[in-house]
Antibody, heavy 124, light 109 residues
Framework: QVQLVESGGGVVQPGGSLKLSCAASGFTLNTHGMHWLRQSPGKGLEWVALISYDGRNEFYADSVKGRFTISRDISKNTLYLQMNSLRGEDTAIYYC?????????????????WGQGTLVTVSS | SYELTQPPSVSVSPGQTARITCSGDAVPKQYVYWYQQGPGQGPVLLIYKDRERPSGIPERFSGSSSGTTATLTISGVRAEDEADYYCQLTDTSGTSYVLFGGGTKLTVL
């Protein structure tokens, strides 16, 4: 069965960096686009980034563009999110999620499997 | 850019029907998706493409869309349905790519 397990969260000072990982099982990353989303404490869901199923394209929310980088390692079946120049407003639970479309980059995004999330706290 | 509006809270008694709405100008143009999020858990896909149910989702969950409003209907509400519910669609109008409603807390009285 499909499982997504995030790790790498923690406490980091403003301006610092952190790299999140998402280990996938039950499918291979080169069949589905993969997303990172986040949820600030007590708030709603916010989409952060997408890497296409073929790894050729990356897309980012304006709030993280230029600071965050999404990537993947097919050999490890693991998704990553490198976060640099972190700010207080980046404090959130970060979720990885599988795009519900199979082997396509058609712009119709939804999330059929989610991880349990990893907490990132940006604070001095 | 578009926005999706959900009521912050809905309350129903067990066995009753709960209806959670999601309104916005993008609703007639795009498929709507619904997610359930229990306390301390990651979201779960409940409805895709306005009205389709993934395997394993009970039939008491259904979706519909008319005009600028999409609706998630939960028939015969159970205590275990108490959770946060979010609608979502693909934002083709700008660079945000994905748009979520603000979420609705369903309370089972």
């Amino acid at each position: 069965q499909v499982q997504l397990v995030e790790s790498g969260g923690g406490v980091v000072q403003p301006g610092g960096s952190l790299k999140l990982s998402c280990a996938a099982s039950g499918f291979t990353l080169n069949t589905h686009g993969m997303h990172w989303l986040r949820q600030s404490p007590g708030k709603g869901l916010e989409w952060v980034a997408l890497i296409s199923y073929d790894g050729r394209n990356e897309f980012y929310a304006d709030s993280v563009k230029g600071r965050f980088t999404i990537s993947r390692d097919i050999s490890k079946n693991t998704l990553y999110l490198q976060m640099n120049s972190l700010r207080g407003e980046d404090t959130a639970i970060y979720y990885c999620a599988r795009d519900g479309q199979f082997l396509t980059s058609v712009k119709e995004y939804f999330f059929d499997y989610w991880g349990q999330g990893t907490l990132v706290t940006v604070s001095s | 850019s578009y926005e999706l509006t959900q009521p912050p809270s809905v309350s129903v008694s067990p066995g009753q029907t709960a209806r959670i709405t999601c309104s916005g100008d993008a609703v007639p143009k795009q498929y709507v998706y619904w997610y359930q999020q229990g306390p301390g858990q990651g979201p779960v896909l409940l409805i895709y493409k306005d009205r389709e149910r993934p395997s394993g989702i009970p039939e008491r969950f259904s979706g519909s869309s008319s005009g600028t409003t999409a609706t998630l209907t939960i028939s015969g509400v159970r205590a275990e349905d108490e959770a946060d519910y979010y609608c979502q669609l693909t934002d083709t109008s700008g660079t945000s790519y994905v748009l979520f409603g603000g979420g609705t807390k369903l309370t089972v009285l």
